[in-house]
Structure formats: C-alpha cells, structure tokens
Nanobody, 124 residues
Framework: QVQLVESGGGLVQAGGSLRLSCAAS????????MGWFRQAPGKEREFVAG????????YYADSVKGRFTISRDNAKNTVYLQMNSLKPEDTAVYYC?????????????????WGQGTQVTVSS
C-alpha cells in the first residue's frame, strides 16, 4: 500500500522560502511519477510541479516556474518542493501525489495516491 506523508508547511512572509517534503513508502517508486498539487479555499486543486522518479525530468506550472524546484532523493524515497520568492497567492494546502506511469500529467484525477496535505500560508 503506497503511503505519502507531507511535511514542511507553515507561515512565511512574502518573498520568503519553504521546503516541502513528501516521504513515500509501499511502492517501487522508480516506476512512478510524483506530483505536487495545491488547493486554495474555494478553488479547484491545481498542478504545481511533477517529476519522473526514474529520470528526474520535471515539469512546472507557469505560475511557479523559476521560483519552485521539485527534486527527489532516491535513498530516502522522498520528494521535495523548494519554494522561493513566495507570494500571498501561493497560499494553499499542498498535496503530494503519485501515479504509476511514465508521463507527468497535470490533472489531479490521473494520480492514484495522495498525501494528507500540508498548509502553506504566505503573508503580505
């Protein structure tokens, strides 16, 4: 049973940084795509960044490109989201997700496993 556990959220001022972690267990993640999504109050869950575990290739939403970096640590089975130059509009619950596939996709329903989410709040 795949389990994803996020950590690292919190309150930060605009312009600051946070690093989110997603500890994965219960699967052979070299065959997985991992994604970070976020959901603000009253809004749909949206794609933030994705990474192919095997190759390390990445894809980003335009809204975070150049500010956020997704990476993975094979030895720790952990995926990270480094968030820099944070803006108030980045405020949301951030979710880690996984799908056993070759392609990074942007739609939440294409991911099979989800973490519980971690709150990120950026004050102005």
């Amino acid at each position: 049973q795949v389990q994803l556990v996020e950590s690292g959220g919190g309150l930060v001022q605009a312009g600051g940084s946070l690093r989110l972690s997603c500890a994965a267990s219960g699967g052979t993640f070299s065959t997985y795509v991992m994604g970070w999504f976020r959901q603000a109050p009253g809004k749909e869950r949206e794609f933030v960044a994705g990474i192919k575990w095997s190759s390390g290739s990445t894809y980003y939403a335009d809204s975070v490109k150049g500010r956020f970096t997704i990476s993975r640590d094979n030895a720790k089975n952990t995926v990270y989201l480094q968030m820099n130059s944070l803006k108030p509009e980045d405020t949301a619950v951030y979710y880690c997700a996984a799908r056993k596939a070759r392609l990074i996709t942007l739609t939440a329903r294409s991911y099979d496993y989800w973490g519980q989410g971690t709150q990120v709040t950026v004050s102005s």
